[in-house]
Structures are given as structure tokens and as C-alpha cells.
């Protein structure tokens, strides 16, 4: 999946889903709906990384990017996604330039990072690689960095100017509990971090990202600067699903 970085540094409006399921069927359904990238989860989600691994192969035969967020800002961690064929990585609660700069390190190989070179992997087709494969991996792998507190949005605009970040993506819940106004997501200070956050990515060519959960919000969340949009979840469409089935007989209860 080479082009997903491209177009997001174009700032092309690109939408997506999360995957905290932990199913490779659903990731297989929602990679068939049309989404340009999807998200596995491994932060909150039900899954660990076996099931990571059927869910990039289960999108692996459609046109969406592939992309883990992975429980913490840690090399380790990172690397063995993007070596199971991730085609980025999404890095949470990162709260400074320093902790940006420590996930672009370890989302590249040397001399840019310091990402381990292993030949044998998913993500090298289990052919191996040289200098050629590295620098084009190097190239197109894209780096996703969560802001979920008020430092991260005090530091957005030097986290945006680093070269390999890619995406600024606010985590609307974790900002909102931080700043202290849980899930009021139109108060104006939480309008206010997204006003900064877009307004950095647009200064430094980098994309603004955001997860909504309904699609009302899309229209306003354009109107914003933001390009990088998720809307809902594996988990969410099927708990909606479920309880609107079950209501069906409500009435006989």
C-alpha cells in the first residue's frame, strides 16, 4: 500500500473505520465498504497480534491501507507491526516533540531511525531486502501521532513541523476527559485544540486526523481543515446493529 502516504500529505480527504474487534472477517467486510484505511486496534481493542496479522491479510486483497495503532510510543511495539505488513503505524497519547520524534525513530530503518532490518518478514514478502527496499520503506511508511492531552495540543505545531510525521490525529474522547469536559465535544475549549491542531498541520503540509462517531459530524469536521477522518467502528456498527434486532421485540417484553 504505497500510496496512502502520498495522498495523505496531499491533504486529500481520506476516510476510514476502527477495527477493535479483533475479527478478520469484519476488517474484511469494512475493507470492502470503501474505506480508504482501516484501523487495527491494539490499544483498546479486543484483539493481541496474531489476530492483527489475520485482519492485515484479510484486507491485504482491497484497495485500503492497512494501519495498527499499537498499545504505546515503544520500538519494540512498533516494529513488529510495520513487519507484519502494516502499512503505518498510529502512535498514542504522544505529548511532546520529544515523544514524536522517538516514534518517527522507530518507524524507520537507518541511518533516518531505528527501526531493526529483518528480512524474513510479512512486510518484505518473505524475499528479503536491501538497500533499495529499505530507503522505499523509509519512503512510504506513514506515522500517525494520536493527540489526546493539552500538552499535545500546546505542542502541535512543533510535533507538525518534524519531518516524518505525517498525521496529527486528535483522540476526541481522551481530549475531551483531559481538558476536563468528558465527551462535551462542543465546548469551546475542545473547539479550540481542534482550531490548533488543524491550523499546524496546515502550516507545516501534514494532515489533520480525527475519529468521529456519526456521520453528521463529517460535513463540520471538512469545514475544520481536517482530512484524515475515521467514522465509527466494527465494534460500534455491530453493538448498534445488535440492539436495534433485539428491539424489534420490545414490545412483547
Not at 496512502?4 to 473505520?17: A, N, P, W, Y
Not at 476488517?27 to 485482519?55: K, R
Not at 531493526?116 to 506513514?142: C, D, H, P, S, Y
Amino acid at each position: 500500500m504505497n500510496w496512502i502516504r502520498q495522498r495523505v500529505l496531499s491533504r486529500e480527504i481520506l476516510s476510514g473505520c476502527w477495527l477493535n474487534l479483533g475479527s478478520c472477517i469484519t476488517a474484511e467486510i469494512a475493507a470492502n465498504a470503501g474505506f480508504d484505511w482501516l484501523v487495527i486496534d491494539l490499544e483498546h481493542g479486543a484483539g493481541g497480534h496474531d489476530s492483527a496479522l489475520h485482519q492485515l491479510q484479510a484486507i491485504s486483497g482491497t484497495p485500503t491501507a492497512p494501519l495498527v495503532r499499537v498499545a504505546w510510543n515503544e520500538a519494540p511495539r512498533i516494529k513488529r507491526v510495520l513487519d507484519i505488513g502494516a502499512s503505518g503505524a498510529v502512535i498514542p497519547y504522544v505529548t511532546s516533540v520529544a515523544e514524536a520524534k522517538q516514534a518517527v525513530a522507530a518507524m524507520r530503518y537507518p541511518p533516518q531511525g531505528i527501526r531493526g532490518a529483518a528480512g524474513i518478514t510479512r512486510a518484505a514478502t518473505f524475499k528479503g531486502v536491501g538497500g533499495a527496499e529499505l530507503a522505499a520503506a523509509n519512503q512510504n511508511v506513514l506515522t500517525v501521532i494520536q493527540i489526546e492531552t493539552e500538552a499535545g495540543v500546546a505542542a502541535a505545531d512543533g510535533i507538525a513541523a518534524i519531518d516524518g510525521i505525517d498525521v496529527l490525529f486528535i483522540g476526541p474522547l481522551d481530549l475531551s476527559v483531559n481538558l476536563g469536559i468528558p465527551m462535551q465535544f462542543d465546548d469551546p475549549r475542545f473547539r479550540a485544540a481542534l482550531t490548533t491542531v488543524s491550523d499546524a498541520c496546515r502550516k507545516h503540509g501534514k494532515a489533520a486526523g480525527i475519529l468521529l462517531g456519526k456521520p453528521e459530524q463529517v460535513e463540520r469536521t471538512v469545514a475544520d481543515g481536517y482530512t484524515f477522518i475515521g467514522l465509527g467502528s466494527d465494534g460500534a456498527v455491530m453493538a448498534q446493529g445488535m440492539a436495534a434486532l433485539a428491539g424489534a421485540f420490545k414490545p412483547y417484553r
